[in-house]
């Protein structure tokens, strides 16, 4: 079955840097779009950033713009995003989504169908 995974969370200081990692099995990588989303507490998911195959185009999130980069490995079924000059209220669960998007509805999150179970990002002041 479809499992993604994400690590790389943690606590960090404002103006630091995280590499989420999110592996994904159980369909084939290379053709479905992958994307980040984060939840805040009290606060609706919402999207970060989006990567399509094989078209490599990319999406982020003005919030993300400048500062977080995604990027995919599909020899080793991952995706990442690296993320910089990170503020406090980038705090939130990060979410790894995957589905075969088209490319206006990327930011979308009721496009997607499968979900990893997230990974707590933690930004301090």
């Known amino acids: 079955q479809v499992q993604l995974a994400e690590s790389g969370g943690g606590l960090v200081q404002a103006g630091g840097s995280l590499r989420l990692s999110c592996a994904a099995s159980?369909?084939?990588?290379?053709?479905?779009?992958m994307s980040w989303f984060r939840q805040a507490p009290g606060k609706e998911r919402e999207f970060v950033a989006a990567?399509?195959?094989?078209?490599?185009?990319?999406l982020y999130a003005d919030s993300a713009k400048g500062r977080f980069t995604i990027s995919r490995d599909n020899a080793k079924n991952t995706v990442y995003l690296q993320m910089n000059s990170l503020k406090p209220e980038d705090t939130a669960v990060y979410y790894c989504?995957?589905?075969?998007?088209?490319?206006?509805?990327?930011?979308?999150?009721?496009?997607?169908?499968?979900w990893g179970q997230g990974t707590q990002v933690t930004v301090s002041s």
């Open positions: 159980g369909f084939t990588f290379s053709s479905v779009s």
């Open positions: 990567i399509m195959w094989p078209s490599t185009m990319i």
């Open positions: 989504a995957a589905d075969y998007v088209s490319a206006t509805r990327l930011s979308d999150r009721r496009t997607y169908g499968y």
